[in-house]
């Protein structure tokens, strides 16, 4: 069975037992598959190393070094997504973009060219079209709606914009200007292409910790309501959407794959943060700044890996796979092995004995009743 609503004192005390293994188990395994750092100057942080679970009745687990700050980069676009399907509509917001996997790094310069729209929102023309629609008579007024919701989702009310990330990523944003103007060439952009930028890249440099964002997790997991304020962070209609588009297109271009072997609804920033959510289960947050050669945090893709393989936290896994919590429960279950190929076919139907005088042997069905 899956977890109930609310934990037990020996689940809570188990789950932290196995997400601290957990933890050391991959800190162990070192950072071989790592190709670089964003900035590059991160590489001084590469033995950071954090995971936090808050579960949907507002538990919390913290291992490692939750309470460093990064900034969210990518992992922005999951909110401004949100609030752009609540100022506009689903139907609205498909119009302006799309929701299926593009195939192609985030700052690819590739639009679904029949629907003349980017292919999702979780790659920057996407992100950039969603920072378009969102409500708001200025650029001060657009952030301050997204900070606002931040908040909600996190339960911290006291998140700002880091402006000097902020000043460092318009000084360095000539990839993202550049599809900027060419979408506003093809109509895809409506506003200013400046104030476009700035509201998506001031979200990208808001500050958290590991522990809040898996709060925000938990607040999709639950929902759209923070299981730990119980304030509501967005309307429950669209929680479906957000978690939907996670699922397929949140890891960069290797989406596909992780939708496959890991089945966790998650989205990577470049400052080496993962957003997870199980939805009606828990949210996670990991944070390890090394990257692999897609842009995710090589350290949290494998912890990802492990709660899904291991744990049972595939969301199309059988809900009698769930080990995290569980009492009695190997910490690392070894998985089922895969059945023989054929091993679910029917038995062969008997044929009738050769000399029928056919060139083809008829087979015997017996009539059904």
């Not at 964002?213 to 967005?234: D, F, I, Q, Y």
């Not at 090394?290 to 949290?300: A, P, Q």
Request: charged fraction near 25%.
């Amino acid at each position: 069975m899956a977890w109930e609503e609310t934990l037990t004192e020996q689940e809570v005390r188990r789950a932290h037992d196995q997400l601290e293994q957990l933890l050391e188990r991959q800190a162990r395994m070192g950072t071989a598959d790592v190709v670089t750092y964003h900035p590059p100057e991160a590489i001084a942080q590469r033995d950071l190393f954090a995971l936090a679970g808050t579960h949907v009745d507002g538990t919390q687990w913290t291992v490692g070094d939750c309470d460093h700050r990064f900034p969210l980069q990518s992992i922005s676009k999951v909110f401004t997504y949100a609030l752009a399907l609540e100022d506009n509509g689903r139907e609205a917001t498909l119009t302006r973009v799309g929701v299926e996997p593009s195939g192609d790094p985030f700052n690819s310069l590739a639009f679904d060219e029949i629907l003349r729209r980017p292919h999702n929102p979780m790659v920057n023309a996407g992100a950039l079209v969603a920072a378009d629609i969102i409500g708001g008579v200025d650029v001060e007024e657009k952030i301050g709606r997204l900070l606002e919701r931040l908040r909600l989702y996190t339960g911290n009310p006291e998140l700002e914009v880091d402006q000097e990330l902020l000043e460092a990523q318009l000084a360095d944003a000539d990839r993202n200007l550049g599809i900027s103007y060419y979408m506003r060439s093809l109509g895809m952009l409506v506003g200013e292409v400046a104030d476009i930028l700035t509201v998506y890249l001031s979200v990208c440099s808001v500050m958290v910790t590991t522990a809040e964002l898996s709060v925000a997790a938990a607040t999709l997991a639950h929902g759209g309501v923070n299981p730990r304020t119980e304030e509501r962070a967005m309307p429950r209609t669209y929680v479906r959407d957000v978690i939907g588009v996670m699922f397929t297109c949140g890891m960069y271009d290797a989406a596909g794959q992780w939708a496959n072997d890991v089945g966790i609804p998650a989205k990577s920033g470049v400052s080496g943060g993962i957003l997870a959510t199980i939805p009606n289960q828990v949210g996670l947050g990991v944070f390890s700044p090394g990257l692999d050669m897609h842009g995710n945090s090589v350290r949290g893709v494998n912890v990802c890996r492990e709660l899904s393989d291991r744990f049972g936290l595939h969301i199309f896994a059988d809900p009698s796979e769930t080990q995290l919590g569980r009492l009695g429960a190997r910490v690392w279950p070894e998985p089922e092995p895969e059945p023989e190929p054929g091993a679910l076919d029917p038995e062969p139907r008997e044929e009738e004995s050769e000399g029928s005088g056919s060139g083809t042997v008829p087979v015997v069905v017996e009539a059904q009743t």
